[in-house]
């Protein structure tokens, strides 16, 4: 089961919104990895891996971690962070853009 993150059309035709449980109907892997993945014509994920519940509380704090605790925590969700970023607030707005809590 994969949650939304930004609305969008499918491929054939089913529109998805913010928080829908995708897919309504069995899809191939290969469109799972584009959809989840910036390897698409928009260049940024729109599902993720996960339940559509999910709220900010059910996050970690993601103040009292380190660069180096977010860094890690983003390359094992799947989550793109650029190496050059180096600010622990932008690393966070990227964790939180993810997830929609933006």
């Known amino acids: 089961m994969y949650t939304v993150l930004a609305q969008f059309k499918d491929i054939d035709g089913e529109v998805y919104n913010v928080g829908d449980t995708y897919?309504?109907?069995?899809?191939?892997?290969?469109?799972?990895?584009?959809l989840s993945t910036s390897n698409n014509k928009e260049g940024r994920p729109f599902i993720a891996a996960g339940d559509a519940s999910m709220t900010e509380d059910d996050l970690p704090?993601?103040?009292?971690?380190?660069e180096d605790d977010l860094l890690a925590y983003a390359a094992d969700n799947g989550i793109a962070i650029s190496s050059q970023v180096t600010k622990k607030d932008?690393?966070?707005r990227h964790i939180h853009e993810y997830y929609g809590k933006a």
């Not at 109907?25 to 990895?33: M, N």
């Not at 704090?61 to 380190?66: I, K």
């Open 23 to 34: 897919p309504r109907k069995c899809l191939t892997d290969k469109r799972i990895w584009q």
């Open 61 to 66: 704090d993601f103040a009292s971690m380190t």
């Open 90 to 92: 932008t690393m966070i």
